[in-house]
């Protein structure tokens, strides 16, 4: 790990400052720490925020859910409003990671995680994340838990968050503080492909914070969950995963939001799912079409084409844990 | 209660109720170690590389930090790159937390911070300004082990022995937290914590005859 200094901000001005002057934001820390020690991040200044007020879950006005940065995966798991209006959010968080990095580890801090790809924190390795320029050992290396959605020739990272997935599915708003003030960006748009630049990965400017995630209201009655699926039970990361959330009323889908994980640079929203599904009856015959679109534009690589198969029958199987065969 | 400590200025990595001068495993393995590295470097008739390094290196930036651990007030100044495990290990010579992959994968490093199991390898000392840090070494009541501490003894939940202090403060953790329903729910909250011996089955017991007992 290479030598930094160290502060902790008292208040969301202090940190701000510090930020502006290139100080780099520390909340669970359970990513940063361990590719500062693999020195794949190299901080100079390390700014605490863990002080800051930014710990409220609060139900909005019209039914959606205001999570605040610094809530931990956790608290916001365990939150009875998160529970009660968004399972689909809950239930990802508990199917990420182990007990004790949901303790540390932040909703602010989750979206902007990094991926696990191997190369990418192997610093002999080629990775143009890491190191722009360099070329992807992955495209033609041991590419099995990589992406098959999004990819570009400079990457195919998967993002590894789980809760990212139904913020997608959800439409959800990440809320940023900066020195010019607040700012609200569209998740869709947060979580950037890697294209020719995939050292990019969110649109964040420098000094900015992470103030809250928005989750928006929908229609009510809504149906939500995640399914993952992975190699080991627990404490691993996703092959392919869906969240699906369905609004259905008179024995018609009026609302379907729907995303995939594991398979994707980012996560990866669904609308020709959601579309084939809105305004239709639940059956088993419609949650088989509907998930032949999941797979649109899907390139698989060398070792993962399993993952095409795969990512069709995890969003059928969970449209119909969550939406039934009335 | 808690007792108060001046701030520590021990060497690594004697522990503090240690007398400087006994030699422990852990003070061999160091001076042996050092020892062949000096015979290593005059083999090759140089200086060893590590001291250049050490000479034109300026001096990591440090600060200092107050914190109570297993009760005790402790005031340390440390390298801000110093991870919770390693303060407890090699500054506080509180060696049961244990240090198995260093990259919060195996659980075998996990402490409770402020009543949370957390994985103190990635937990850096430098932010735990104020906090309450307990560790396998502060479980007990003197000589009374803690429940899940006999319990893992009463269920043989262990060979090696090297992941339980982590499995034991994660159980504790997991019993407090409630998620004790069912042998698949502990196995599902224990998850954090690997046993490359293979124990799983008698662990889960011991959280089970543990929680049961509340």
Redesign the interface.
């Known amino acids: 790990?290479h030598?930094?200094?160290?502060t902790?901000a008292a208040t969301t001005r202090e940190a701000l400052n510090s930020g502006r002057r290139g100080g780099r934001y520390?909340a669970g820390?359970?990513t940063l720490?361990?590719l500062?020690?693999e020195t794949v991040e190299r901080p100079e200044t390390?700014v605490?925020i863990?002080d800051l007020p930014l710990r409220e879950v609060r139900v909005t006005e019209r039914g959606g859910l205001r999570i605040g940065a610094l809530v931990s995966m956790s608290e916001t798991a365990a939150h009875p409003k998160v529970r009660s209006l968004f399972p689909v959010i809950s239930e990802a968080l508990e199917l990420s990671?182990?007990?004790?990095?949901r303790?540390?580890a932040t909703i602010g801090g989750n979206i902007m995680q990094r991926t696990r790809c191997t190369y990418f924190r192997d610093v002999t390795a080629d990775c143009n994340k890491r190191e722009p320029g360099s070329g992807c050992a992955a495209r033609e290396g041991f590419n099995r838990m990589h992406a098959i959605l999004g990819t570009s020739d400079a990457c195919v990272a998967t993002h590894p968050s789980d809760v990212a997935v139904a913020f997608a599915a959800l439409e959800a708003t990440v809320q940023l503080l900066g020195p010019d003030g607040e700012r609200r960006v569209p998740f869709a748009d947060f979580l950037l492909k890697p294209g020719s630049t995939p050292n990019r990965e969110q649109a964040i400017r420098q000094g900015e914070l992470i103030t809250a995630v928005d989750i928006p209201a929908l229609p009510r009655p809504l149906e939500s969950g995640y399914l993952k699926v992975r190699d080991r039970?627990?404490?691993e990361f996703a092959l392919t995963s869906a969240a699906v959330a369905l609004h259905i009323r008179g024995g018609v889908i009026r609302e379907a939001k729907v995303a995939a994980g594991g398979v994707g640079t980012v996560p990866w929203k669904l609308p020709a799912v959601e579309q084939h599904v809105i305004g239709e009856r639940p059956s088993d015959a419609l949650w088989k079409a509907a998930a032949e679109k999941a797979v649109q534009g899907a390139r698989p690589l060398s070792g993962n084409r399993f993952k095409v198969d795969l990512l069709k029958r995890t969003v059928e199987r969970q449209l119909r844990i969550v939406g039934g065969t009335r | 209660m808690s007792s108060e400590l001046p701030e520590s200025s021990v060497p690594p990595p004697t522990g503090a109720d240690e007398p400087a001068s006994a030699p422990t495993r852990r003070t061999f393995i160091a001076t042996t170690a050092v020892g062949g590295a000096v015979v290593a470097g005059g083999v090759i008739g140089g200086t060893l590389l590590l001291d250049d390094d050490v000479a034109a290196a300026e001096a990591?930036?440090e600060?200092r930090v107050s914190l109570t651990v297993n009760g005790t007030r402790r005031t340390v100044t440390v390298?801000?790159?110093t991870?919770l495990l390693d303060l407890l290990r090699e500054h506080f010579g509180l060696t049961g937390s244990k240090k198995g992959c260093?990259?919060?994968a195996c659980?075998a490093c996990?402490v409770l911070v402020d009543g949370?199991?957390?994985?103190s390898c990635?937990?850096?000392a430098?932010?735990l300004?104020g906090a309450e840090v307990t560790t396998i070494e502060g479980l007990a009541e003197g000589d009374e082990l803690h429940p899940l501490q006999k319990a893992f003894i009463e269920q043989d939940a262990f060979q090696c022995g090297y992941c339980t202090p982590g499995q034991i403060m994660?159980g504790v953790?997991?019993i407090k937290?409630g998620?004790t329903d069912s042998p698949e729910e502990i196995?599902?909250?224990?998850?954090?914590?690997i046993c490359r011996c293979g124990c799983y089955v008698k662990i889960v017991r011991a959280v089970e005859q543990t929680a049961g007992r509340k």
């Not at chain 1, 030598?3 to 160290?6: D, G, N």
């Not at chain 1, 990671?97 to 990095?101: D, G, K, V």
Request: charged share 20%; net charge positive; proline share 5%.
């Open positions: 790990m030598p930094f200094s160290f902790k520390i820390g359970t720490v361990d500062m020690r390390l605490d863990s990671a182990s007990a004790q990095l303790n540390m039970q627990s404490y | 990591p930036p600060s390298d801000n790159r991870s260093n990259a919060g659980g996990t949370r199991r957390v994985n990635l937990t850096l430098v932010r300004e994660s953790g997991c937290e998620h196995r599902e909250w224990m998850s954090g914590n």
